[in-house]
């Protein structure tokens, strides 16, 4: 596997469930972020780790709960989510999170709430 | 008024056009103006990247940036079909993180 990879590609879920957005990326960088890309809008950043810490949240609703285990892996709990949540979901790795370094992305996670 | 304001097309051309996409902003703090391309199904990625104002060409493309309008151009010569995606352009003011602020994205489309 190269470069930032996503998993699952599509989910549906329903508003009472509980998943998890999985992200992996295979380039040594030691930043990871979630966006979200909705129809129509521009791409919002989510969540900011940097080396495993969080350094921003950009206040995104509790039900969506980021875990970044280690500088290679990056997680998204989703838990009572709503249809408006329904979007593109990317991950993006970058090799330093101060200054500006070229952010690689995923190809996404689709995500339907239904 | 929205930080960066980008067409969302889509825009349609024949092939060989020589294609303009812009975008304006706000912020006067940007000083980094990237273009990111975005293929169906598939993350972005980085197409271009300028500092502050000035041009910059590679291959078929060239990006200007014009601070003292707030203004970005992403031009492709010689469009292929190939080309057909949506262009993200996106800006940063290096405030201590690599984050970026994002436009719409424009969808192109060149057919053959």
């Known amino acids: 596997e190269t470069g930032v990879t996503q998993t699952p590609r599509h989910l549906v879920m329903g508003m009472t469930n509980k998943k998890s957005l999985k992200c992996e990326q295979h380039?040594?960088?030691?930043?990871m972020y979630w966006y979200k890309q909705s129809a129509k809008k521009p791409l919002e950043l989510m969540f900011v780790y940097s080396l495993e810490e969080r350094v921003e949240n950009n206040s995104v609703p509790s039900r969506f709960s980021p875990e970044c285990p280690n500088s290679s892996h990056l997680f998204l709990h989703l838990h009572t989510l709503q249809p408006e949540d329904s979007a593109l979901y990317l991950c993006a790795s970058s090799q330093e999170v101060s200054g500006i370094y070229e952010q690689f992305f995923g190809p996404g996670t689709r995500l339907t709430v239904l | 008024q929205k930080e960066v304001e980008q067409d969302p097309g889509p825009l349609s051309v024949p092939e060989g056009a020589i294609v303009s996409l812009n975008c304006t902003y706000s912020n006067s703090a940007f000083q980094y103006f990237m273009w990111y391309r975005q293929y169906s199904r598939k993350g972005p990625e980085l197409l271009m990247y300028?500092?502050?104002?000035g041009n910059k060409e590679d291959g078929r493309f060239t990006a200007q940036v014009d601070k003292s309008s707030k203004y970005i151009s992403l031009f492709i010569r010689d469009s292929q079909p190939s080309d057909s995606a949506t262009y993200l352009c996106a800006m940063s003011s290096n405030s201590g993180y690599s984050t970026l602020t994002f436009g719409k994205g424009t969808m192109l489309l060149v057919s053959p």
């Open positions: 300028t500092y502050s104002s």
């Open positions: 380039l040594g960088h030691n930043a």
